[in-house]
């Protein structure tokens, strides 16, 4: 595990300081990060007259499970979409041949090798945001309550890098699958609002078949303190289900790969 973390370590420092080389290009992705979020907040704000709520949830509430989202979206532009993308990459050119020979998890490999700093800015902001929606909610989270909602983030993170895990290793055998990673990316954009805001059917879609509520919805309500031990309990649950499911779709598919010269 030591030798994990060391390896990881030098990846990182080699991928910022080759990032870091075109500097101006942090002013860009900050100023497109504000700019969305800017987008995105006036949309949230459509949905809000004095005094209306949306889905029982207040303006301010809201912005948390908005705050959330963006913070995940950093996460996926640092670390998930420049990694899972280069496995597809690895498996159309056969790359993937000297990874598996690599003496490390392949696993581990690819979804650490890449850390891209451009996504940092939006998981700074969406951090902001939170702090800003739970104070200004008028909630007062102890100790127990914020260690609560950071497990729940963290639980958050883990669904969604297996569910872009899952559908990148699908690549073994379907090769491109871009057209799908723009479909998963079109349905989590749904957390970007509660899910009590969505009619029962979407409700229950988003609970279970692709969960949604348990990347923003649930954090935040473990956040600001509305959170039951069920909901909780059950985000845990299938954080960890996620991850040994990856786990379990990855040895099975390395099993069905033949690499892209044979």
């Known amino acids: 595990m030591g030798r994990h973390g060391r390896s990881i370590a030098r990846f990182w420092s080699s991928s910022l300081a080759a990032e870091m080389e075109y500097r101006f290009n942090l002013l860009i992705e900050v100023a497109a990060t504000l700019i969305t979020l800017a987008g995105s907040l006036f949309t949230l704000s459509l949905f809000f ?16 499970v908005l705050g959330i989202y963006t913070l995940l979206n950093g996460f996926s532009s640092t670390l998930l979409r420049p990694n899972l993308g280069n496995l597809v990459k690895q498996v159309q050119s056969g790359g993937l041949d000297f990874v598996l020979l690599k003496p490390m998890d392949s696993q581990v490999w690819l979804s650490l090798r890449t850390l891209s700093p451009w996504g940092l800015p939006e998981m700074l902001l969406g951090l902001a945001l939170v702090v800003v929606g739970t104070i200004r909610s008028g909630a007062r989270p102890d100790a127990i309550t914020i260690l609560t909602g950071g497990l729940m983030v963290l639980a958050g993170v883990t669904i969604l890098y297996s569910l872009w895990f899952v559908l990148a290793a699908t690549s073994i055998w379907f090769v491109k699958i871009w057209n799908a990673t723009e ?20 409700r229950l879609v988003f609970t279970t078949i692709l969960p949604v509520a348990f990347l923003t919805t649930v954090p935040a309500e473990a956040l600001l303190g509305l959170a039951n031990g069920r909901s909780v309990l059950a985000g845990i649950a299938l954080a960890g289900l996620s991850l040994l499911g990856s786990r379990a779709l990855w040895r099975l598919a390395l099993r069905h790969y033949t690499s892209a010269s044979s």
């Open 183 to 202: 479909v998963l990316r079109s349905l989590l954009a749904a957390g970007q609002y509660p899910v009590s805001a969505y009619p029962p059917a979407l």
């Open 49 to 64: 007259g004095h005094g209306q709520q949306l889905g029982g949830w207040s303006w301010d509430a809201a912005l948390v």
